[in-house]
């Protein structure tokens, strides 16, 4: 039997309350709210703080709240294609006030063909929809590990100028 992703959406898209024993926060940005809430499904088994916004105007405005906040973010993941504002052009956003901040983008488009089209370095992490939620927790613990890692020192985006 297939979960009713409607009814978990509308549970998960008000806000959950944060997890005091959270290891790390990940703020999810996507249109789709059936793909929020399975991720937020998935990482919140994973003990993991997760933000939710539906696209990437609504990301600005609670990373901004956040800054006030001073609270961190580990990790922003964030679909390529959305309206209004998409995922890259969000990441540039961030990038100029946290250049050192992990992004995994995601997309229904063929890794390759992504990279091409929003000109992603290969330093730049990525996942493939659909996804699984062990393909998810693998990508999002190796993009967190790498981070730990390096100390969040790793290798600078290139932020590319947005269009419209």
Do not use: C
């Not at 990940?26 to 539906?54: C, H, K, Q, W, Y």
């Not at 990301?59 to 906040?69: D, F, G, M, N, V």
């Not at 052009?89 to 992004?103: F, G, I, N, T």
């Not at 995994?104 to 890794?111: A, K, V």
């Amino acid at each position: 039997m297939n979960p009713d992703w409607d009814n978990i959406s509308r549970q998960l898209l008000n806000q959950p309350a944060p997890n005091p024993s959270a290891t790390y926060t990940v703020m999810v940005t996507d249109d789709e709210p059936s793909v929020r809430a399975f991720i937020a499904l998935v990482l919140n088994g994973l003990n993991v703080d997760v933000l939710l916004a539906s696209n990437g105007r609504d990301a600005q405005k609670i990373l901004r709240e956040r800054e006030r906040e001073h609270s961190r973010l580990d990790l922003l993941m964030a679909d390529l294609m959305m309206p209004g504002m998409g995922g890259k052009e969000l990441a540039d956003w961030v990038w100029q006030k946290k250049p050192m901040q992990k992004v995994l983008f995601m997309s229904g488009f063929p890794e390759l063909m992504a990279r091409n089209r929003w000109e992603l370095s290969p330093q730049m992490h990525f996942l493939q929809k659909p996804f699984s939620p062990l393909q998810l927790a693998a990508r999002v613990s190796d993009v967190l590990r790498i981070a730990s890692a390096v100390g969040q020192e790793s290798p600078t985006p290139t932020p590319t100028p947005s269009i419209g």
